[in-house]
């Protein structure tokens, strides 16, 4: 069902954007240089709906790289933390293996199993 509604929903963006693309055929001549009107230095004729094109993926980009270099804090304190899960989990899978050792040990020995002693601190 979510795949059907957006697949509806992109068929319609692409409809509104051919209409507009269609709508907006007439060239534009965009000048870039700001300091002579009359004149300008830097001219572009191109059709209206093709530097629209063009400023929406440029703003798609900007925005999608600013985006990912916000989150590089984070991608890092991820890594850091993934590293310390592993040494934690080994740590741990090391502890498993040396108490099931000692288990087995006191077991081939006959002793009774106790707990494991709490160390106490010294009374001030």
């Known amino acids: 069902m979510t795949r059907l509604l957006l697949a509806i929903l992109m068929i319609l963006a692409a409809a509104a954007l051919v209409a507009f693309a269609i709508a907006n055929r007439a060239p534009v001549t965009v000048s870039f240089d700001p300091f002579d009107p009359t004149a300008p230095a830097y001219v572009v004729t191109?059709?209206?709906y093709l530097?629209?094109?063009a400023i929406l993926i440029l703003g798609v980009a900007l925005g999608g790289t600013a985006a990912w270099l916000n989150q590089g804090k984070r991608?890092?304190?991820?890594r850091r933390?993934?590293?310390?899960?592993?040494r934690?989990?080994?740590?741990?899978?090391?502890?498993?293996?040396?108490f099931s050792r000692d288990s087995a040990v006191r077991d081939m020995r006959g002793a009774p199993q106790?707990?494991?002693?709490?160390a106490r601190?010294?009374?001030n």
């Open 121 to 123: 601190l010294p009374a």
């Open 114 to 118: 106790t707990s494991v002693p709490v």
């Open 46 to 48: 191109l059709p209206l």
């Open 88 to 98: 934690v989990r080994g740590e741990l899978a090391s502890a498993k293996r040396d």
């Open 75 to 78: 991608r890092r304190h991820r």
């Open 81 to 86: 933390l993934e590293a310390e899960l592993a």
């Open 51 to 53: 530097l629209s094109f």
